[in-house]
């Protein structure tokens, strides 16, 4: 039943009935008012709750009876409840709350009837310890509020003190951890790619990394003077990779030999080089070792490097397989004649790229890149005189930079940005995969059908026995297969639909048939663009100066 005290009837066309009480010279009435539209009337049990809340004890229950009837053929009826009402007083009160954390505590004040008494400071206070609550009382906001003292007010009295949690345990290194590709650009308007500055050498018992320990974190107290105890910091191991030791003390990492310090999926490792001072030829074969590998002449076609470091070559990359879980380098470049492929963990620097297969985890930096294939896990900067990117594919999860995209031939050019290609790679793989499993499923299904008829039928020899039972084998082993390749399908696709903040800026033009992909919005380049940058805004690539 809602409470309209004093509200208009004409305020609304649907209302409760209610009432109200007034003390006149003969007495004490009891005024109700009818409801109006699909509003409830009024009931003696709400009159009658009403008088005990005012502590009236003498009144006349027949008079009530009668009005709350009568007033359902009336708008308004009043009746006489007592000409003698004596009501007794009822003192102030306080209403104590504890949230739910047990943190904080509040009061609300409940304002004597019948000029009851008004609460003392020691009173309230008494109340409040009788709660339980004991710690964090703040006296003088309870003396405001007993000054103010607004009725069905929350005065908050106590607050407990939160824990501060510890911190987790960090690495502070002692090194570059992680290297950024700034090739110089000279005063004629070409690019230095011999002064990179990306090797750091280390020497023997030289500290690498130092680990802060966690900390233990601070307790906290509630109202009810209990403890909150701290999330203690988590610890961490140090990366120790290869040619590396742990102190003594457990807080230090520590260079095992001279050499090349690289920081690489989340390990440190120390190198030593291997250096060919000649060409990689016949003479030198194909080169799989654990560190750096410098080479001070060509690579030649057909032949391959692999390197656990850093590879480094000043001359010409031909049509060969250079592959590092480093970094990259080449001084001049490669022309790779459709046939040479690099592959790096870290960065890719070459002066220039031609018809080659491309792949980064890192950043990718050249002069030109011509008609190749490109992936990079960072950002493809190709900057100098020519900053030239015609034909081909690149793709970089975050950003490609060029001065010029593309020709005035419309040389088919494709830039993708704002996803990883290694991750749009492996679940194109997965999706076709998924595909050609089911397919399998489906052709083994029915030669499993095929023979359990046959061995229905009493027709079944001991070679088709035998393909029975190999068949239901195979039928297991692609199941168990069909729902690796849905489960890791459904760890990639949420990360495909995350914020796609790639751009593609060229500081020179964009021809006309370049075509541009962010994220999951193309375009397709008609008319020449100079010094923008392109971002996907929604489902559209919008186009903007270049910054």
Not at 327 to 356: F, T, W
């Amino acid at each position: 039943m809602q409470n309209f005290e004093g509200l208009s009837p004409n305020l609304q066309e649907n209302y409760d009935g209610f009432f109200d009480f007034e003390m006149k010279e003969d007495g004490f009435y009891l005024i109700v008012f009818a409801p109006r539209g699909k509003g409830k009337f009024v009931t003696v049990e709400e009159v009658v709750k009403r008088l005990n809340q005012k502590n009236y004890k003498k009144f006349n229950l027949e008079a009530i009876k009668q009005a709350v009837d009568a007033v359902r053929s009336q708008e308004k009826i009043e009746v006489l409840l007592s000409s003698h009402i004596e009501a007794e007083p009822v003192n102030e009160q306080i209403l104590v709350e504890i949230s739910k954390d047990k943190m904080f505590a509040v009061i609300t004040f409940i304002p004597p009837v019948n000029n009851g008494a008004l609460l003392s400071y020691e009173d309230v206070l008494k109340q409040i310890e009788a709660k339980g609550v004991v710690f964090g009382i703040e006296k003088e906001e309870l003396k405001k509020a007993l000054d103010e003292r607004k009725p069905n007010y929350k005065y908050i009295i106590a607050q407990g003190i939160k824990p501060i949690n510890g911190e987790n345990a960090k690495l502070e290194f002692h090194f570059r951890e992680h290297k950024q590709i700034k090739p110089k650009i000279l005063e004629d308007g070409s690019v230095d790619f011999f002064n990179l500055d990306l090797i750091e050498n280390v020497s023997k018992g030289q500290t690498l990394i130092t680990l802060i320990p966690p900390t233990e974190g601070t307790p906290g107290k509630n109202v009810f003077g209990a403890e909150i105890p701290p999330i203690k910091g988590k610890n961490i191991k140090l990366p120790k990779g290869k040619n590396t030791e742990i102190s003594a003390d457990g807080t230090q990492l520590l260079a095992s030999i001279d050499g090349q310090v690289i920081y690489s999926n989340n390990v440190v490792n120390v190198y030593e080089t291997y250096e060919v001072p000649n060409n990689v030829d016949n003479a030198v074969g194909n080169i799989d070792f654990v560190g750096n590998v410098i080479v001070k002449g060509n690579v030649i076609t057909g032949f391959s490097i692999v390197a656990g470091g850093n590879v480094e070559v000043y001359g010409v990359v031909e049509g060969a397989r250079i592959e590092a879980q480093g970094d990259i380098i080449l001084h001049r470049g490669i022309q790779g004649m459709s046939k040479g492929y690099l592959c790096s963990m870290g960065n890719i620097v070459a002066k220039y790229i031609e018809n080659s297969t491309v792949e980064a985890a890192g950043d990718v930096s050249s002069e030109a890149i011509m008609h190749s294939q490109i992936k990079s896990g960072g950002t493809v900067k190709v900057e100098g005189k020519k900053g030239l990117i015609v034909g081909g594919v690149v793709r970089a999860r975050k950003q490609v930079d060029a001065k010029v995209i593309g020709s005035h031939m419309a040389t088919v050019t494709e830039i993708e940005v704002g996803i990883d290609p290694a991750l749009v790679e492996r679940y194109r793989y997965l999706k076709d995969e998924l595909g050609k499993t089911k397919k399998e499923i489906v052709k083994t299904d029915q030669v499993i059908e095929l023979l359990n008829k046959m061995k229905e039928a009493n027709k079944l020899t001991d070679a088709k026995r035998e393909m029975l039972q190999k068949s239901t084998r195979t039928k297991v082993f692609l199941n168990s297969r069909l729902n690796s390749i849905k489960g890791e399908i459904s760890e990639i696709e949420p990360q495909l639909e995350e914020k796609e903040d790639g751009k593609v800026r060229a500081y020179g033009t964009i021809h006309p048939g370049v075509k541009i992909t962010i994220g999951t919005a193309c375009m397709y380049v008609r008319e020449e663009l100079k010094y923008c940058t392109l971002y996907k805004d929604r489902a559209d690539i919008r186009t903007s100066s270049y910054d």
